[in-house]
T-cell receptor, first 112, second 117 residues
Framework: QKEVEQDPGPLSVPEGAIVSLNCTYS??????FMWYRQYSRKGPELLMY????GNKEDGRFTAQVDKSSKYISLFIRDSQPSDSATYLC????????????FGTGTQLKVEL | GAVVSQHPSRVICKSGTSVKIECRSL??????MFWYRQFPKQSLMLMAT?????????EQGVEKDKFLINHASLTLSTLTVTSAHPEDSSFYIC?????????????FGSGTQLSVL
């Protein structure tokens, strides 16, 4: 079993839809949770960073962490074609700047 | 935000040659940088952790003699793929730890697509 599980998709939604992306994990030591966006053949870009359980909102993006269920989510409101990318969850037990364990990424396509 | 520059973005080389990839933190000092490898439609796999002024720490299964890492300054780390073979063809990405002691995050370079013929 992988430490971090993420549905690879692809996930296709119409423009304006609310997108829900999720990861589950097995290592209870993880405390720092991140979502990265990666466009094709580019490096990942940090979108959201949260510590421990709870919600965090930034513009159209909301990150949720439920440590009791070992489940994290990223919601994208009013999705745009420019949101089409691969979204990677990542987590660490020792800080967001240290060794990260990544999910496989979910490929998202937002269609006009 | 912090910027990490990586180049070249793409390199094609013949089997048996060596290729050097550079990773620079442009507006911050990075005592620690990480090197990842990514195959198509797969996640990032950590290859090694590079610490300025000391030897790199390699992940299990990564050949340290094949993937030479040098972190000679606080803003530059290099990865050299020695005697490259077609199976080394992959997307290599570096990242640097930044954001300050209370807000550490990883910032990624734009990646290098290596194709070995």
């Amino acid at each position: 079993q992988k430490e971090v599980e993420q549905d690879p998709g692809p996930l296709s939604v119409p423009e304006g839809a609310i997108v829900s992306l999720n990861c589950t994990y097995s290592n209870s030591a993880f405390q720092y949770f991140m979502w990265y966006r990666q466009y094709s053949r580019k490096g990942p870009e940090l979108l959201m960073y949260t510590y421990s359980s709870g919600n965090k909102e930034d513009g159209r993006f909301t990150a949720q962490v439920d440590k009791s269920s070992k489940y994290i989510s990223l919601f994208i409101r009013d999705s745009q074609p420019s949101d089409s990318a691969t979204y990677l969850c990542a987590m660490s037990g020792t800080g967001g700047g240290n060794k990260l364990t990544f999910g496989t990424g979910t490929q998202l396509k937002v269609e006009l | 935000g912090a910027v990490v520059s990586q180049h070249p973005s793409r390199v094609i080389c013949k089997s048996g040659t060596s290729v050097k990839i550079e990773c620079r933190s442009l507006d911050f000092q990075a005592t620690t940088m990480f090197w990842y490898r990514q195959f198509p439609k797969q996640s990032l796999m950590l290859m090694a952790t590079s610490n300025e002024g000391s030897k790199a720490t390699y992940e299990q299964g990564v050949e340290k003699d094949k993937f030479l890492i040098n972190h000679a300054s606080l803003t530059l780390s290099t990865l050299t793929v020695t005697s490259a073979h077609p199976e080394d063809s992959s997307f290599y990405i570096c990242s640097a730890k930044g954001g300050g002691a209370a807000n550490e995050k990883l910032f990624f370079g734009s990646g290098t697509q290596l194709s070995v013929l």
